[in-house]
């Protein structure tokens, strides 16, 4: 058969790059005779702009260090530059949850990023493309556009505080001296939360910060303040990205709110990829009631359904049944410890567990 291996990364435990890889070293282990494709891939989250580069010629790698984590110690932060200027950067990179020492959903900010963009504009790049997932904070992304040249003001015109909680202080914005990005700014994302209300970024995504409920209640709040300052929509699907960073990207740069799913397969041929290949097998971390709504793996799914090729998922655990062959990691390493432990290891045996359903297929 030939078998196309298109996985987004194992979230903590594997990228996709080395996911790919261990899924295949699994399949060969089965079935040698089998040609496969093995195509790492991403959606705005975690890997996409390594997974951008990769499938761009002339993309070249370049680092910036001693920019702001999200808790305000420096991390070196990296951004790939592509032919016509493109700057391509993963948010998570330089303002990521894993950067913190401890959680900090009121403090934490995304001014890293800002920081990251501000070295790439004077470095050459002229337009620029962001990875939303994995955020620290829920500052709306006023900590990056604050990098950027945006002064955030209060009643006193003073500037506020970093992170969430300062939002609450926002009186006014002075962009006269925001850095201009010629080419624009592209918002590569695989939510489409609102910026506020129960399905937006406090709510949605506050808890896995750290914040409480209490918290999650301020938070909104202090969103939605800084929607009646910046005045852009906050009812928006994607504003609520990253801590709200879509929304406000969106408000103070016109950016463009781009499914990373969609961008990520035009640039990477999938779906003739999908179309040449008799089996895809496509994974995650945790395959859950999210992964069919709006998801790499759903998407995947739904792209090689319509062109009538076969479909199985691996992943690190299954936890809503995908209506195909699949295997988790956790099922065949006895639980969840041994499944991070070494997840290449179980990676390849899921796959090998996999690939002997399909014995007797040519």
């Known amino acids: ?57 002339g993309a070249s790698r370049r680092e910036v260090p001693g920019v702001a984590g999200p808790d305000g110690r420096a991390v070196t932060a990296e951004w790939y530059l592509l032919p016509g ?6 948010l998570a990179q330089m303002s990521g949850l894993p950067l913190m020492a ?7 900010t995304t001014r890293g990023l800002g920081e990251t963009i501000r070295a790439a504009v004077a470095d050459g790049a002229r ?23 945006l002064r955030a003001l209060d009643a006193d015109g ?26 624009g700014v592209s918002l590569l994302t695989d939510v489409t939360s609102p910026l506020t209300g129960p399905h937006g970024a406090a709510a949605v995504f506050g808890p ?46 016109g950016a463009a709110v781009v499914p990373g799913a969609d961008r990520v397969a035009e640039l990477t041929r999938l779906d003739d990829r999908i179309a040449a290949a ?27 359904e319509a062109a009538g090729t076969g479909r199985a998922v691996v992943a690190g655990v299954v936890r809503e049944d995908p209506g195909v062959p699949h295997v988790g990691l956790v099922e065949v390493a006895g639980g969840v410890e041994g499944a991070l432990g070494e ?20």
């Open 1 to 57: 058969m030939r078998v196309l291996i298109a996985v987004d990364s194992f979230k903590g435990s594997l990228s996709s790059p080395d996911a790919g890889a261990a899924l295949a070293a699994g399949w060969r282990s089965v079935r040698p005779g089998d040609e496969l494709d093995v195509l790492p891939l991403a959606d705005g989250g975690e890997g996409t702009a390594e997974v951008v580069a990769a499938a761009t010629p």
């Open 278 to 304: 008799d089996l895809v097998v496509t994974g995650e971390g945790a395959f859950d009631f999210q992964s069919l709504r709006g998801k790499l793996v759903g998407n995947i799914l739904r792209r090689a």
């Open 102 to 108: 401890a959680l900090d959903p009121m403090g934490a």
């Open 85 to 90: 200027g493109v700057a391509v950067l993963d």
């Open 208 to 253: 896995q910060k750290g914040a409480t409920p209490e918290q999650v209640d301020v938070l909104d709040r202090h969103l939605a303040h800084l929607a009646e300052v910046l005045r852009a929509d906050p009812t928006a699907a994607g504003g609520g990205a990253a801590g709200g960073t879509g929304y406000g990207f969106v408000a103070v740069y």
């Open 127 to 149: 337009e620029v493309w962001i990875g939303l997932g994995g955020s620290a904070s829920t500052d709306g992304g006023l900590g990056a556009l604050r990098a950027l040249g």
């Open 158 to 183: 003073e500037e506020i505080p970093e992170g969430g909680a300062g939002l609450r202080r926002l009186s006014a914005v002075d962009r006269t001296g925001l850095l201009p990005i010629p080419g």
């Open 343 to 362: 997840p290449a290891r179980w990676a390849a045996v899921a796959a090998a567990a996999l690939a002997r359903r399909f014995e007797g297929r040519a």
